[in-house]
């Protein structure tokens, strides 16, 4: 998919701004609301954006977030990473290189929560051989605040 300084623009607004209007995008690239209505399907439909609500994970009072690797016997890394994809306190899994094979963030409402977590749930998935948890206090930036570098070019206009 071929994407224009228009979708740049419409992509790098709607990040700011989800629920923006397509009328409210067209005054400030300077184009018309039915082509901006196009793009913003276009883009949705080819994958190259996808809009949803983010939900405050804080409004539901999980407020502890960490980081744990998860070290595997090679065999068992596919598995393990599915077994831990299944679990509702894990907000991401992925396959990872050096020393760890699974990183995953989870969130929980109290510590011993997490420490239960860890110890019961993640240690008895067949396959895993050692955790490291890291506690995650204070967020700089968060996963659905990045734009490519060629939209963010278009933050100041």
Same mark, same amino acid.
């Given at each position: !998919? ?16 989800? $629920? ?13 609301? $039915? ?29 502890? $977030? ?7 016997? !090679? ?8 077994? !831990? ?10 396959? =990872?290189? *050096? ?22 749930? =993640?240690?008895? =998935? ?30 100041? *206009?």
């Amino acid at each position: !998919m071929k994407i224009d300084d228009l979708d740049k623009q419409i992509l790098w607004l709607l990040s700011k701004d989800g $629920r923006i209007s397509s009328s409210e995008i067209a005054g400030i690239v300077n184009e018309n609301d $039915r082509k901006v209505v196009y793009r913003v399907n276009r883009l949705i439909e080819k994958g190259a954006i996808s809009i949803q609500g983010v939900i405050n994970h804080e409004a539901f009072d999980y407020r502890i $977030r960490a980081d744990v690797h998860v070290q595997t016997e !090679m065999k068992s890394v596919d598995k393990a990473a599915k077994k !831990m994809a299944e679990f509702e306190e894990v907000q991401y899994v992925g396959k =990872i290189l *050096g020393g760890h094979e699974i990183s995953i963030q989870v969130l929980h409402k109290t510590p011993a929560d997490l420490y239960h977590f860890v110890s019961e749930k =993640i240690a008895k =998935i067949p396959g895993v051989t050692r955790t490291t948890t890291h506690l995650v206090p204070v967020v700089i930036k968060n996963i659905d605040q990045w734009v490519p570098p060629e939209v963010a070019e278009f933050s100041t *206009g």
